[in-house]
Structure formats: structure tokens, C-alpha cells
């Protein structure tokens, strides 16, 4: 299993966090959505735009599952890996510690750079953005092993609270 789980919507930092705390603890990093990329050999948003949100979730779910069977690795999920309920009972039944990088809107809205490839934050980004990660915050919280408000915090910062919280 994981050494750890990181959880947060859009923008939170769980990629760059991810691999930055991987290389730390000299473990393998494993992205979902990367893992999806590449087994599927195309772009998340274009399996949304060609196949629909169902077939994409599949996929997710499948990459979850596998990476969750990964010994000694830093998981980040996609934003809305966790939002299943068949995710958040694999969640739950994992024993490694999830980590909810909670982030407001000013702070993800420059990460996130709404003009790219975001399928579900097409119409609206900013308010699709604070739509999905209010919808999507108490089911976050309800995983989260730790919550780090990681808004006024450096990349160095984030990886060295969650290497004090092991």
C-alpha cells in the first residue's frame, strides 16, 4: 500500500507536492491522472470530450485500485477520484494516511490557469471551480487522515509538514 494518499481539488498542489515528497523519502511517485494518460495514450480531457465523464471515472477508478496495491509510493488522486462512493470505500479500507491539500479559489485560480485543458471547468471556471471543490470538501474532509491549508505555504513547506506528520 501507499506510504501516503494526497486528496484536494484543482490547483491544491498534489502533483508537484507528490513528487517533490516522493524524491524526499526517495519513493516512486504515482500520479493518477498521469497513470491514466498514459495507459489510455490520450489526454484526460480529450477521453472526457470523446468518451463522456462515465468512461473517464471507470478509468480513474481502475488506476486507482491498482496504485493502491503499490507498496512504498506517494499516491496523488485526481480531484474527483475520491468523490465515488465504490473510491471512498477503497479509501476507507486503506491504511495509509490521507492528505487533504485543502487551497481557497484565489490561490488555485493561477495554478489551475483557467483557460487550459480543465473538461469540467469549461463554462465559468471560477465558479465551476468553487461549485466542485464546495460539493466536493465534506467528502475530502471525511477521508483526510491530516487537512493542510496549503494556501500560504511553499511547495518545501507542504512536503516537510506532511514528512513531520509520518
Request: proline share 5%.
Amino acid at each position: 500500500m501507499p506510504r501516503l494518499v494526497l486528496i484536494g481539488p484543482p490547483g491544491c498542489g498534489k502533483s508537484t507536492v507528490g513528487a517533490a515528497l516522493a524524491s524526499k523519502l526517495s519513493i516512486e511517485f504515482i500520479d493518477t491522472d498521469n497513470q491514466i494518460e498514459a495507459s489510455y495514450g490520450h489526454k484526460i480531457s480529450d477521453i472526457f470530450v470523446d468518451k463522456g465523464e462515465a468512461f473517464f471515472r471507470d478509468l480513474e477508478f481502475a488506476a486507482l485500485t491498482q496504485s493502491l496495491s503499490v507498496s512504498d509510493c506517494v499516491l496523488s488522486l485526481g480531484g474527483g477520484a475520491p468523490i465515488a462512493h465504490r473510491a471512498q470505500e477503497l479509501l476507507k479500507a486503506c491504511a495509509s494516511p490521507i492528505f487533504f491539500l485543502d487551497v481557497s479559489l484565489s490561490v488555485a485560480a493561477p495554478r489551475v490557469g483557467f483557460n487550459r485543458d480543465r473538461p469540467l471547468l469549461l463554462s465559468n471556471p471560477r465558479a465551476q471551480w468553487q461549485s466542485l471543490a464546495e460539493t466536493r470538501r465534506p467528502i475530502y474532509e471525511s477521508l483526510a487522515t491530516f487537512v493542510i491549508k496549503v494556501d500560504s505555504m511553499s511547495v518545501e513547506e507542504v512536503v516537510n509538514e506532511i514528512a513531520a506528520k509520518l
